[in-house]
């Protein structure tokens, strides 16, 4: 069984501060990892992917993905309140994407 | 570019009922996935369709079956409706032709069973 667990949250930041959210997974062999943001009663978007290890930045967001530890990050920095949403980490194994519970981000003015 | 669309958006069942659900995926993407999202067990896959055939299927009964047109647009069906399959239905279409997780959801259809 193929798992990806994130902390369910709720983290909370103040504006201006960096969140950093979580994400492990349990198959060796996926290759691509996601981050999708879910605004509450919205459906999910595509907000980063990385393949590779190391870091993939995109304007105020920064994904990190260390294979040998199988721990994916998302960096928010500059966070504003338009960012609280609940992240879900995905990821895609033999032809199937896995998604984690996601994690709820608040960012208090 | 109209983004994915689901019809319809709420709907009501009783216990036993069937339901179809429609998925109208963007312009020019040919692979249409299923989710089942519920707060207990999140996003969780259900079968996904590109060129009118099922590629990929997920952990989940007989009761849930799908199909894919020539047009690309697909749908699913709900048989034998039990409580536990309330829940958002989302569909998702990409441009890729193969496996990735650069998926675009629709906003989803919310089913009730009573």
């Known amino acids: 069984q193929k798992e990806v667990e994130q902390n369910s949250g709720p983290l909370s930041v103040p504006e201006g501060a960096i969140a950093s959210l979580n994400c492990t997974y349990s198959d060796r062999g996926s290759q691509s990892f996601f981050w999708y943001r879910q605004y509450s009663g919205k459906s999910p978007e595509l907000i980063m992917f990385i393949y590779s290890n190391g870091d993939k930045e995109d304007g105020r967001f920064t994904a990190q993905l260390n294979k040998a530890s199988q721990y994916v990050s998302l960096l928010i920095r500059d966070s504003q309140p338009s960012d609280s949403a609940t992240y879900l980490c995905?990821?895609?194994?033999?032809?199937?994407?896995?998604f984690g519970k996601g994690t709820m981000l608040l960012v208090s003015p | 570019k109209a983004g994915v669309t689901q019809t319809p958006r709420y709907l009501i069942k009783t216990r036993g009922q069937q339901v179809t659900l429609s998925c109208s995926p963007i312009s020019g993407h040919r692979s249409v996935s299923w989710y089942q999202q519920t707060p207990g067990q999140g996003l969780q896959f259900l079968f996904e369709y590109f060129s009118e055939t099922q590629r990929n299927k997920g952990n989940f009964p007989g009761r849930f079956s799908g199909r894919q047109f020539s047009n690309s647009r697909s749908e699913m069906n709900v048989s034998t409706l039990e409580l536990g399959d309330s829940a958002l239905y989302l569909c998702?279409?990409?441009?890729?032709?193969?496996?990735?997780?650069?998926?675009?959801f629709g906003e989803g259809s919310r089913l009730t069973v009573l």
């Open positions: 998702a279409s990409t441009s890729r032709t193969g496996d990735t997780g650069e998926l675009f």
């Open positions: 995905a990821v895609l194994g033999y032809s199937t994407l896995t």
